[in-house]
């Protein structure tokens, strides 16, 4: 069985994993906002996504939550002219990745924010532990 201020630890630790993965794949996306293809008429780069799943972790009976998958996003890819680039078909178009900078940037953002909560949590754990510690010590 474990305490309450452990299972927090546990939990904050879970959700410190899972939104640092999602920093990754949104800064991985941000990075390839312009990346096209190579040859003519081929794909450029597809937003990759993350989805989460909770689970109860069996030692301390407490719900963590991890990353279930990173899958491709299937929105159709942006069409631009552009004749010169390497990825043009016949007609001068080529097929641009279908990320959204402002997309990415609101999710970092609210990863972020996520991040430095379940950072908090273990912070705040932290130092009740200590208090508790410390409270022992006084009264012995």
């Known amino acids: ?3 309450a201020i452990e299972a927090a630890i546990r939990v ?3 959700g410190l994993e899972t939104q640092s993965a999602r920093l990754r794949i949104s800064a991985e996306n941000m990075a390839n906002a312009n990346s096209t293809g190579d040859t003519p008429g ?3 780069y ?3 996504t993350i989805t989460f799943e909770s689970e109860i972790d069996r030692v ?3 719900d963590l939550v991890h990353v279930k998958d990173i899958g491709i996003d299937t929105t159709p890819f942006k069409i631009e002219y552009d004749p010169n680039n390497p990825a043009a078909d ?3 178009f080529v097929k641009m990745p279908n990320v959204n900078v402002m997309t990415e940037m609101a999710d970092m953002r609210e990863a972020n924010k996520a991040y430095s909560a379940n950072v908090e949590v273990i912070k705040q754990g932290r130092q009740l532990y200590m208090m508790t510690i410390d409270l022992l010590r006084n009264s012995a």
């Open 90 to 92: 016949d007609n001068g």
């Open 46 to 48: 597809s937003r990759k």
């Open 60 to 62: 301390s009976g407490v």
């Open 42 to 44: 081929s794909n450029p």
């Open 1 to 3: 069985m474990t305490d």
């Open 12 to 14: 904050a630790t879970s």
